[in-house]
């Protein structure tokens, strides 16, 4: 009788441990975390700008983590890039737009946009009109409520070939599953194309958590210095501010449950010990 009360105490101390690290490795898993699981391109005109992934690949590679932000690139003819061209570029003050719209993972309380350009001046790969991209977000991916034009800094120069980051930061928390980015192209430098023909990508995110994470906003003013860092920070344009979501609060941590089931540990390792005495 003892050698199975000594059994069983020891298989309830090896349970509650168990459940113990499974419990806290399920709360620092990155629960919160949301990440990109599809893309889509939509140009506003059919045929006016047009995608094209290069090296044989498709545009999965804009949300497989691979950036490209610290190798030597040397071609745009890369599995990775992805490049939108603009069949109207040889057509001065016409100026193209599409749009890429991200699915997320999960509903999201969003609080910025990442974009990884891959810019090739002599190429005609250029960046944005005005530096301005348009940020939507929606629930459903069709019913999108814009969130603002984003500015950020930033210039495609002649002799780079360089895949450069730009965080845009949307200055307040938007709730969704689906954000719109919508690119306009710009004048180029060229006579003969007097509009940028291409853009390029090599990454498309989102800085989010779950909706109801308790995600906050700095509380701290913006620096008026250029950042040195290689992502740049947006300044939103002045658009009508649209409805915004609001926060909700953290939900409990799991301190509770972990101090159970270390109080339930203790419990069993005590009855070994009596038993063992016994």
């Known amino acids: 009788m003892k050698k199975l009360l000594v059994l069983f105490v020891s298989l309830s101390l090896v349970f509650s441990l168990f459940a113990l690290i499974s419990f806290t490795a399920g709360a620092e898993d990155g629960d919160g975390e949301v990440s990109v699981i599809g893309v889509t391109f939509v140009s506003a005109t059919e045929n006016e700008c047009k995608e094209v992934p290069r090296g044989g690949s498709d545009n999965s590679v804009l949300f497989d983590g691979v950036t490209f932000l610290d190798e030597t690139l040397t071609t745009f003819d ?30 999201a309380d969003i609080t910025a946009v990442r974009v990884v350009t891959f810019e090739y001046y002599m ?3 250029g960046l944005p009109k005005d530096n301005s991209i348009a940020v939507e977000y929606s629930s459903d991916g069709s019913d999108f409520i814009f969130a603002g034009d984003y500015v950020f800094e930033g210039e495609a120069v002649n002799g780079e070939i360089a895949a450069n980051e730009y965080i845009i930061d949307l200055g307040k928390i938007v709730t969704g599953k689906y954000i719109r980015l919508t690119f306009t192209y710009g004048d180029s430098p060229f006579a003969e194309k007097p509009v940028w023909e291409w853009h390029g990508f090599t990454e498309l995110g989102v800085e989010a958590e779950k909706t109801g994470q308790g995600i906050e906003l700095s ?40 101090v159970g089931l270390a109080a339930l540990a203790g419990i069993a390792l005590a009855g070994m010990v009596f038993a063992k005495r016994k």
């Open 78 to 107: 890369k599995a990775g890039i992805v490049l939108t061209q603009n069949t109207r570029c040889t057509e001065a003050e016409v100026y193209p737009q599409y749009s890429y719209i991200l699915e997320l993972s999960d509903d």
């Open 123 to 125: 190429a005609m790969i």
């Open 219 to 258: 509380s701290e003013e913006p620096s008026d210095e250029p950042s040195s860092e290689p992502a740049e920070t947006s300044v939103p344009a002045e658009t009508s501010d649209p409805e915004e979501s609001s926060q909700t609060p953290a939900p409990p941590t799991g301190d509770v449950g972990l």
